[in-house]
């Protein structure tokens, strides 16, 4: 049995207890950050890397980090520990509570985002990415979020950063390199080269097919009116072709309304 109470809040935490977590801090409350020695992790940093989201709401509640921001011996926040173990609704509670932290790197000068491609947790980046993080940081490397999934062979990763960056961080020179290997450089190639086409065919004028029929309602039902005036080419008279067109076409033209305009005859003058 654990007779020290640091050792017995360390392990409810673990093992994702949060009746003795609660009635532990109730009696000791000064064991609330209870730092590790041995690796520097917090109370909140086992619970993060064990996902357990109650505790963490519990220890918020509590003002855990709210004097200052409790980093492990490896500079490690609590955001990085819940991505290690791709705790994606951990995650995102932390970043609700402290959205400074998806900026702050460890000693190894990585990003949460970093950790995230490293691992392949497609769900968790796309968490990131809706957060607003730049997808094209460095780490104390250099190295990108692009260039760690080819290095770890982070394929659904590497999809969706490429749906979200710009074409010229496509750059194949720089980053094909460091592919783990040669079918990942090879899909590489194809997902840069698919998406440089399919920004191209955004801004591409469409060609209009003069014998293709022009829908102009959600029910697909032709429109003799947009057909004649597609099909008909710019002439002198274009005004008289196009009704001349809607009449074959079974449409009966607007009748202008007669006027009853009185008319007025000179009558003789009747003579004095």
Known sequence: MLADPRERLRHAIISGNLLIVKRLLRRFPHLLYNNDPKNGWSSLHYASYHGHYLICLHLIQLGHEKVELSKTYKGNTCVHLSLIQGQEQTAHLLLQYFPNLINVPNNDGMLPIHIVCMHNYVQCLRLLVNVTTDINVKDRNDNTPIRICLEYNSLQCLELLLDRC???????????????????????KSMVRRDKKSTMNIYKT??????EPTFNNEFGVPSPILNSVVASPP????LFKI????????????????????TFTRTNRRSN
């Open 206 to 211: 469409p060609n209009l097919d003069k014998n």
């Open 243 to 262: 009704s001349t067109s809607i009449i074959n076409n079974g449409v009966s033209p607007i009748k202008s309304p007669k006027l009853d305009i009185p």
């Open 235 to 238: 002439a002198k008279h274009s």
């Open 166 to 188: 710009q074409d010229q961080d496509k750059n194949i020179i720089d980053n094909i390199d460091v592919a783990m290997t040669f079918d990942l450089a090879k899909k590489y």
